[in-house]
């Protein structure tokens, strides 16, 4: 089993960035795919940015530009959030997978505030 923990979540204002962090621990594949989702009240879990360990990305087209992901290691990966808008108020959750499994995290709150 993987465990995920997220971390960097907060109030901010509109404009403003944080930096979210998410470390993995257990059985790490060193080929796997870690990424970051968020979800708001009555909504579906959205995906935000995917980062695979050779560093290929993948991003929702509304983060774009705004939002950067990156790892260091097979075990921890970042999501820095700039230029942040009332309508990123969400939970943050970081997934990790790899052939044949996946894992969540608890998910990290990020509210901005207009």
């Known amino acids: 089993q993987v465990q995920l923990v997220e971390s960097g979540g907060g109030l901010v204002q509109a404009g403003g960035s944080l930096r979210l962090s998410c470390a993995a621990s257990?059985?790490?594949?060193?080929?796997?795919?870690m990424g970051w989702y968020r979800q708001a009240p009555g909504q579906q879990r959205e995906l935000v940015a995917t980062?695979?360990?050779?560093?290929?990305t993948n991003y929702a087209d509304s983060v774009k530009g705004r939002f950067t992901i990156s790892r260091d290691n097979a075990k921890t990966v970042y999501l820095q959030v700039n230029s942040l808008k009332p309508e990123d108020t969400d939970v943050y959750y970081c997934?990790?997978?790899?052939?044949?499994?996946?894992?969540w995290g608890k998910g990290t709150q990020v509210t901005v505030s207009s």
């Open positions: 980062i695979t360990t050779g560093g290929s």
């Open positions: 257990g059985i790490i594949f060193s080929f796997n795919v």
């Open positions: 997934r990790y997978s790899d052939t044949g499994y996946s894992s």
